[in-house]
């Protein structure tokens, strides 16, 4: 079974600009879940989607935002980017929400200049 | 944002040697998981625990769910070289269904 898959890997953007990340669940998983990773702040969530709605949020800007397709593949994005949005952003897709494994992909690795 | 406190910070050790982690919260949780990460890469999923006073081994990894429900360990024996990496717990909060990371654990081991 393929794992959890990110596109792309590695992406240079400038202040300003908008940025989509995209990320596609193990097969058969209907959640997924978004994480910003720095090494300041560590793991810190960023949204969950389950069911092509939004059932968690993170304490983030309302620059930051997500969405679920019906196929449960799922993609966030940053408008206006600011120099701390840096990170290595991770997706981490669940079968179900609860008392449940939570796999990850590799990150999108996101500098901004 | 909320992290689970991680202890030690970090580690060298010997090959061979055991190694111990944990992990703390002040809050209860109903499942921890344990991942490992590598440089550049996303977290590996090692152990989940879903009762209290669970212990669930994968291979030379051990790892049990604390009694009050508010920690979790994390035992490697015998370590091998390739064991280095930053090992990170999670917890669910019942509540909200988050998972809540810990701060992490770099482990270095001295061939």
């Known amino acids: 079974k393929a794992g959890v898959t990110q596109t792309p890997r590695y992406l240079i953007k400038t202040r300003g600009q908008q940025v989509t990340l995209s990320c596609s669940p193990i097969?058969?998983?209907?959640?997924v879940s978004w994480y910003q990773q720095t090494p300041g702040q560590g793991l810190q969530f960023l949204f969950e989607y389950f069911s092509e709605t939004q059932r968690n949020k993170g304490n983030f800007p309302g620059r930051f935002s997500g969405r679920q397709f019906s196929n449960s593949r799922s993609e966030m994005n940053v408008s206006t980017l600011e120099l701390g949005d840096s990170a290595l952003y991770l997706c981490a897709s669940s079968f179900l929400r609860w008392r449940i494994e939570q796999y990850f992909g590799p990150g999108t690795r996101l500098t901004v200049t | 944002g909320q992290q689970l406190n991680q202890s030690p910070q970090s580690m060298f050790i010997q090959e061979g040697e055991d190694v111990s982690m944990n992990c703390t919260s002040s809050?209860?949780?109903?499942?921890w998981l344990w991942y490992k990460q590598d440089p550049g890469e996303g977290p590996v999923l090692l152990i989940a625990l879903y009762k209290a006073g669970e212990l669930t081994s994968n291979g030379r990894l051990t790892a049990q769910f604390g009694i009050t429900r508010k920690d979790s360990f994390l035992n490697i024996s015998a370590s091998i070289p390739s064991d280095v990496g930053i090992y990170f717990c999670?917890?669910?909060?019942?509540?909200?269904?988050?998972?809540?990371f810990g701060t992490g654990t770099r482990l270095k081991v001295l061939a």
């Open positions: 999670a917890g669910q909060n019942s509540g909200t269904y988050k998972y809540i």
């Open positions: 097969s058969g998983h209907r959640s």
């Open positions: 809050s209860i949780f109903n499942t």
